[in-house]
């Protein structure tokens, strides 16, 4: 099948949560029909939900998707409550899964949003039937700013500095931003190919009309960096063990942003969990390797299904 490239329709939900209400925005990918079970798919940093655009479409012959723009990112405005904790995006993915109504869901997160998952898949296995983890951002002890698309995000927050920063990187045009982030992400950028950067530079030009996206940005990266050397994100290590749900672990041999000599130990620590390990793929498979992914993805389902994982 040929790839559309072109994003899923996106619409609008409003949720409760114990802290107030929250609009986030999705995109939706058709199953095969009626009754068909569901993906719900999680970005990472400075992503959006059309990250999954490829990979949906490809596991439309099996479930339908709904790819999530997370609070701050996307077109999800962030409430003045939202604190960009793993603990709040975890209850506000878990809200969501209840309202869709769609009985136990296939989870997958990349980089932080694969830690969401392992948070809301740890916390409501009634809601999870499995959990696909694309270079999930498990904790580092050697937190490292360069692996962010610019070391000064995570900035943007500090008094005085801030404002500054925010000046400067609002300089940086749309078109360097996605510059900057596909040679991050990817292992061969320069197989990218022209109509898939224009897509990024555009998002990226929307993104730049939100007041809040870089202090959103900023304090998502803060607070991830931080959860790797300061309690309680510190205890992922703890809450893989918690996850009950068949894994399947996927990593980029290549992988610029977290080293991939830590997937092994990520797989072994999930009672359930595999690893898919791809050759010549950066941090985010489901856009450099979408097939390769789809072909994991959909083995997994099928031996879910026959009982056997």
Known sequence: MVLSGSPAPGRWVRLGTSRGPVELHLRETEGPGPGAETAVYLHGLA??????????ELLAVRVRGVAVDLPGFGRSEPPGWFDYSGAQHAEVVVRLLEELDAGAVHLFGNSFGGAVAVLVAARRPDLVASVTLVSPAVPDLRPDPRRISDPRIPLVRLPLVGPVVRRRLAAVTPDQRAQQLLALCFAEPEAISPGYLQLAVEEFRERAGFAWAEVALGRTATELMRSWVWPPWRSMWLLL?????PSLVVWGSADRVLDVRKAPR?????????????????????????????????????????GRW
């Not at 959006?48 to 949906?56: E, G, H, K, R, V």
């Not at 063990?241 to 749900?245: F, I, N, Q």
């Open 266 to 306: 990520t797989a072994r620590a999930l009672p359930r969990g595999r690893l898919l390990v791809l050759p010549r793929t950066g941090h985010v498979a489901q856009m450099e390797r979408p097939r390769m992914l789809a072909a994991g993805a959909l083995g997994m389902l099928r031996e879910v299904e026959a």
């Open 241 to 245: 063990p918690e996850v009950t749900a």
């Open 47 to 56: 992503g959006s939900a059309t990250n999954w655009t490829d990979l949906a």
